[in-house]
């Protein structure tokens, strides 16, 4: 027996260096896959920050949202036009037969080609303010619109964290079950020549295949979800993963406290803000609603030159020129107008509550994200710890095992243990990363600025500056 023990306990030792060493790999977590690389490789691998600046310019989610916002600031320009002077011209012509009776009772008859062509210039001088709160609206609704699209941003970016650590996560326990696959294959080989030199059982060979089987049901399952990340990773940054170095948590750029965490998402949440600006929207909509209970005061000027116009033909050439003055006052319009003024001051009540609402999310989303960050650290250290001890505990059954006091399956058992606990701590440094940046999307700060991203910042005021004072074109400021 103790002979019998002591083979084993060579073969057993001699197969768990190999899996601690592929173990304490695995268990490094997001470091794992550039330190199996090689030196050439790694060098080449992309970073946590470079892999957010390609999301930040090429997502398509995010470049649709910039789009929205470029047709949201022609609301402006839009408005504006209402101060400018309306320039229409116009043009007739056509056959005109005409048979006139005179006072001596002969006829007249001529076959006119009659031709008119004119200018009409009107400019509005007053409509109840209707053009300035128009303009206020089309202006607040930019202000929303790039909160919005913030909030969008935010969103890329925080998928982008996400597709970017479930790769790295995955990457290293598909390396931890490619360990624990080798280790169990090792396994049932020696068992089965013990088996056939009598030393063991059939039973210590069964339970030796059944946790192989077991292992690469755990790396199939493991090798699908790596797919699965690396289809989301493509579809979110633009580009397949190729080697990717460790990712970090943005502790620097965190809260000290959950009151200021809480603070900041009610003020910066770009949700809350957005949420603030429609507010605004909503009240200005009612100024322009009562505009059309005011009078209306516009100036027209008229200029036209006709010829062959005249049925009598007596004038064979007409100029002419006006400029009129008009005075519209409403005294009833069958309510419209009213209504119209009630269902805005009702609209601007919703969009308090909504603003209210978004504020309390934005509040609960911040106290979650501090807690998940939080806990994150927690669950990271515990399961180190729970590694540590796991491999200490493998080391110590393969030891009981070599002198007799271990069966295979106790090896096997701890073998299983040390690789659910490095799982659990590859999950736990995923989740440590994606709360940290969570929380910093929370706060309304998960921005290119922030986190100083190798990418130009997108400036949706630059293309609002472009047309806001444009009186004409048709091409916008890109070239379409």
């Given amino acids: 027996m103790i002979g019998r023990a002591a083979k084993v306990g060579h073969v057993t030792r001699r197969v768990l260096r190999s899996s601690i060493c592929l173990g304490f790999a695995a268990c ?23 892999a957010l600046a390609k999301a930040y310019q ?33 043009l007739s012509a056509g056959l005109q037969a005409v048979r006139n009776l005179l006072p001596d009772n002969t006829f007249q008859s001529a076959t006119l080609k009659p031709w008119i062509i004119g200018v009409t210039v009107s400019q509005t001088l007053f409509n109840g303010f209707k053009t300035a709160n128009s303009v206020r609206v089309a202006e607040l609704q930019v ?36 360990s624990n696959v080798a280790f169990l294959r090792e396994t049932v080989g020696i068992t089965q020549k013990r088996l056939n030199a009598g030393d063991v059982t059939p039973t210590d060979t069964a339970q030796a295949e059944a946790r192989l089987s077991r292992g690469l049901a755990d790396l199939n399952a493991a090798e699908i979800n790596l797919a699965i990340s690396q289809a989301t990773y493509t579809q979110v940054i633009g580009n397949p993963p190729g080697q990717l170095r460790s990712a970090e948590a943005v502790d620097g750029y965190l809260p000290h406290s959950r009151e200021d965490a809480i603070g900041l998402a009610a003020k910066e949440n770009p949700a809350v803000t957005a949420a603030g600006f429609d507010v605004d929207v909503a009240s200005t909509t009612i100024r322009v609603a009562e505009s059309s209970l005011l009078p209306t005061i516009t100036l027209q000027g008229n200029a ?15 100029d002419q020129a006006s400029v009129t003055a008009q005075m519209n006052a409403p005294i009833y319009d069958g309510g419209t107008a009213a209504s119209q003024t009630r269902q805005a001051k009702e609209l601007t009540a919703q969009s308090r509550q909504v603003l209210d609402h978004v504020r309390s999310q934005a509040r609960t989303a911040a106290i979650g994200a501090w807690v998940a960050n939080e806990g994150a650290k927690i669950a990271v250290a515990a399961s180190e710890s729970e590694v540590r001890a796991a491999t200490v505990a493998l080391q110590g059954v393969s030891k009981e095992a070599a002198g007799g006091q271990r069966t295979t399956v106790d090896v096997l058992n701890s073998q299983a243990d040390l690789i ?19 929380l910093l999307s929370a706060i309304g700060r998960l921005d290119v600025k922030t986190l100083s991203l190798n990418t130009p910042d997108y400036l949706p005021e630059l293309h609002y500056h472009q047309v806001r004072d444009a009186w004409h074109g048709l091409r916008t400021p890109s070239g379409q």
């Fill in 28 to 50: 490094a977590g997001f470091a794992a896959t550039a330190a199996v690389s090689l030196a050439a490789s790694a060098a080449l691998a992309e970073s946590l920050p470079e």
């Fill in 58 to 90: 090429t997502n398509p989610q995010l470049n649709a949202e910039r789009a929205r916002q470029r047709a949201t600031d022609e609301n402006v320009p839009q408005a504006l036009a209402g101060y400018r002077p309306q320039i229409i011209a116009t």
């Fill in 143 to 178: 202000q929303s619109g790039r909160e919005a699209l913030r909030n969008v941003g935010q969103g890329v970016l925080l998928d982008a964290v996400t597709a970017y650590t479930n790769v790295l996560a995955n990457q290293s326990l598909v390396e931890a079950q490619r």
């Fill in 304 to 318: 036209s030159h006709s010829s062959d116009a005249d049925p009598s033909l007596t004038t064979f050439r007409t």
């Fill in 420 to 438: 659910s606990a490095k799982a659990r701590l590859i999950g736990a440094q995923r989740d440590r990363v994606i709360a940290s940046y969570t």
